[in-house]
């Protein structure tokens, strides 16, 4: 199995051993004819042509689309290991809705030196269009994706949050169908917990969050920036899985203080908007003025109770790395308790003990922009180049604000399917996590995102990465 010594191998522990979670699955291989498992591998493939999941790569000149990679060897875990996840996964996301009301209205965590004003005060995520407004049902991150990362057998640690909009949910959903539809013996050998009622879920959790002015039955619409987006087949495909109106800005205006939907019968008004348009292009009289992607005054008919926005427009201040970093003393400071799943260890290079330290050992850590996303913008010392090395240490020492540093964690690996047999791979996790007035709702699962190439730590679609069916073991 390779590098089995220094990586935790969610599948075999060091001396070859199928691990208790793995072993109804590694039966069930172990009597697979080869050539078929083969035939399989190229169906899936050709499955996700067919329907088309792809998602767009920008590059220099125009946008590339591209299919993401299914590995179909599942990432299976565990049901006690679950219910020790969701625990930590739920104290969490609780803290997060709580920190976001808080820095709204009375920002007590400031109040009490726990967290630096400046953290927020130039944060280009900050709204102050949103202080002293309380989102119907109090409920800023509606749908929350915490990207988890194990480094052992009970050794799990939170990578980031995606507060503000998270994507990836429908390969979650489309994996495991896949998976159905190829294996299904297999799941009559394995008990799964089942992932398909997501949407459903999701649709119930929305309109659990109506808006004080909903009258009856909450409608309930997906806003899209439209079919150029990389992730427009997610908003698409949610909406017809929700049976939710998918719509664009042009679709939508206000109408006698409402926000209303163009329909064959005129216009009817629609009362939570799970938005994939990100803030400044949401109301073009509040934010971007140029914006066509938003719906003009959307922001006034959200202030007076007449429409819920989903996630909350600010919320995205919870995306940042800096606010990552104080997460432990976010936590205890809202509920009162540690935090279950730690942080990995982080230096704030806007402390000068700190970037000292990780001016001195740049070769061994990994560096992030604060505000950075999906692996750009950021150095893996251990694979970076001399050259690569001396640009970052110039750009941290000219700007050091504008970065943390975490060591490079041992990843855990799970195994893919390749030519050769099963091949390990190092894998991360996103669950997706609801939540309304009505409480929190984990998907037992989630987005499990694969290193295809070997030794690669790096498991984001946009750098090359996989997925996986993620499996959760019924009791």
Same mark, same amino acid.
């Given at each position: 199995?390779?590098?089995?010594?220094?990586?935790?191998?969610?599948?075999?522990?060091?001396?070859?051993?199928?691990?208790?979670?793995?072993?109804?699955?590694?039966?069930?291989?172990?009597?697979?004819?080869?050539?078929?498992?083969?035939?399989?591998?190229?169906?899936?493939?050709?499955?996700?042509?067919?329907?088309? =999941?792809?998602?767009?790569?920008?590059?220099?000149?125009?946008?590339?689309?591209?299919?993401?990679? !299914?590995?179909?060897?599942?990432? =299976?875990?565990?049901?006690?290991?679950?219910?020790?996840?969701?625990?930590?996964?739920?104290?969490?996301?609780?803290?997060?809705?709580? !920190?976001?009301?808080?820095?709204?209205?009375?920002?007590?965590?400031?109040?009490?030196?726990?967290?630096?004003?400046?953290?927020?005060?130039?944060?280009?995520?900050?709204?102050?269009?949103?202080?002293?407004?309380?989102?119907?049902?109090?409920?800023?991150?509606?749908?929350?994706?915490?990207?988890?990362?194990?480094?052992?057998?009970?050794?799990?640690?939170?990578?980031?949050?995606?507060?503000?909009?998270?994507?990836?949910?429908?390969?979650?959903? %489309?994996?495991?169908?896949?998976?159905?539809?190829?294996?299904?013996?297999?799941?009559?050998?394995?008990?799964?917990?089942?992932?398909?009622?997501?949407?459903?879920?999701?649709?119930?959790?929305?309109?659990?969050?109506?808006?004080?002015?909903?009258?009856?039955?909450?409608?309930?619409?997906?806003?899209?920036?439209?079919?150029?987006?990389?992730?427009?087949?997610?908003?698409?495909?949610?909406?017809?899985?929700?049976?939710?109106?998918?719509?664009?800005?042009?679709?939508?205006?206000?109408?006698?203080?409402?926000?209303?939907?163009?329909? &064959?019968?005129?216009?009817?008004?629609?009362?939570?908007?799970?938005?994939?348009?990100?803030?400044?292009?949401?109301?073009?009289?509040?934010? %971007?003025?140029?914006?066509?992607?938003?719906?003009?005054?959307?922001?006034?008919?959200?202030?007076?109770?007449?429409?819920?926005?989903?996630?909350?427009?600010?919320?995205?201040?919870?995306?940042?790395?800096?606010?990552?970093?104080?997460?432990?003393?976010?936590?205890?400071?809202?509920?009162?308790?540690?935090?279950?799943?730690?942080?990995?260890?982080?230096?704030?290079?806007?402390?000068?003990?700190?970037?000292?330290?990780?001016?001195?050992?740049?070769?061994?850590?990994?560096?992030?922009?604060?505000?950075?996303?999906?692996?750009?913008?950021?150095?893996?010392?251990?694979?970076? &180049?001399?050259?690569? =090395?001396?640009?970052?240490?110039?750009?941290?020492?000219?700007?050091?604000?504008?970065?943390?540093?975490?060591?490079?964690?041992?990843?855990?690996?799970?195994?893919?399917?390749?030519?050769?047999?099963?091949?390990?791979?190092?894998?991360?996790?996103?669950?997706?996590?609801?939540?309304?007035?009505?409480?929190?709702?984990?998907?037992?699962?989630?987005?499990?995102?694969?290193?295809?190439?070997?030794?690669?730590?790096?498991?984001?679609?946009?750098?090359?990465?996989?997925?996986?069916?993620?499996?959760?073991?019924?009791?």
């Amino acid at each position: 199995m390779g590098d089995q010594t220094q990586n935790f191998d969610e599948m075999f522990d060091a001396e070859g051993k199928t691990r208790p979670a793995y072993e109804d699955y590694c039966g069930w291989y172990d009597d697979q004819n080869a050539a078929s498992l083969k035939r399989k591998n190229s169906e899936a493939d050709e499955s996700f042509r067919r329907t088309g =999941i792809t998602f767009n790569v920008y590059g220099e000149d125009e946008a590339e689309e591209r299919l993401i990679p !299914f590995d179909m060897v599942p990432r =299976i875990i565990g049901a006690g290991e679950w219910r020790r996840l969701t625990r930590g996964i739920e104290q969490r996301v609780r803290a997060l809705n709580s !920190f976001l009301y808080d820095l709204y209205h009375r920002q007590e965590i400031i109040r009490a030196g726990r967290v630096p004003e400046r953290l927020f005060r130039q944060n280009a995520a900050w709204l102050p269009h949103m202080v002293g407004m309380t989102p119907p049902g109090g409920i800023y991150t509606h749908i929350v994706g915490i990207d988890l990362v194990r480094t052992g057998p009970d050794e799990w640690f939170v990578l980031e949050d995606n507060a503000r909009t998270p994507s990836g949910v429908s390969y979650m959903l %489309e994996n495991r169908e896949t998976m159905m539809s190829m294996f299904p013996d297999l799941f009559s050998r394995v008990g799964v917990e089942s992932v398909s009622n997501y949407p459903r879920r999701l649709a119930r959790s929305l309109a659990a969050c109506a808006p004080p002015k909903c009258e009856g039955k909450p409608t309930v619409a997906v806003l899209t920036p439209g079919i150029y987006n990389s992730a427009y087949f997610e908003h698409a495909f949610l909406a017809d899985q929700m049976g939710a109106e998918l719509v664009e800005g042009s679709d939508l205006r206000v109408v006698n203080g409402r926000v209303q939907m163009r329909t &064959t019968r005129g216009y009817t008004p629609v009362d939570v908007i799970y938005r994939r348009v990100d803030d400044d292009y949401l109301d073009p009289l509040t934010f %971007e003025p140029d914006s066509v992607l938003g719906v003009p005054g959307i922001m006034d008919v959200y202030r007076s109770g007449g429409v819920t926005i989903a996630n909350a427009p600010g919320t995205g201040i919870c995306d940042d790395k800096a606010i990552y970093s104080f997460m432990p003393e976010i936590v205890e400071f809202y509920t009162g308790e540690k935090p279950l799943l730690p942080n990995v260890e982080t230096w704030r290079c806007a402390d000068a003990d700190s970037l000292a330290y990780v001016l001195d050992n740049l070769e061994e850590l990994v560096v992030k922009e604060v505000h950075g996303s999906g692996g750009y913008g950021m150095l893996i010392g251990p694979t970076a &180049t001399k050259k690569e =090395i001396r640009t970052f240490r110039a750009k941290l020492e000219s700007n050091p604000e504008n970065y943390i540093a975490q060591p490079t964690l041992s990843l855990s690996t799970c195994p893919i399917y390749t030519k050769k047999g099963l091949a390990p791979r190092h894998v991360d996790l996103r669950p997706y996590v609801l939540v309304s007035p009505n409480g929190i709702d984990i998907t037992p699962g989630g987005l499990t995102r694969v290193a295809l190439k070997q030794g690669s730590l790096v498991v984001n679609s946009s750098q090359g990465g996989g997925t996986k069916d993620t499996w959760v073991l019924k009791d």
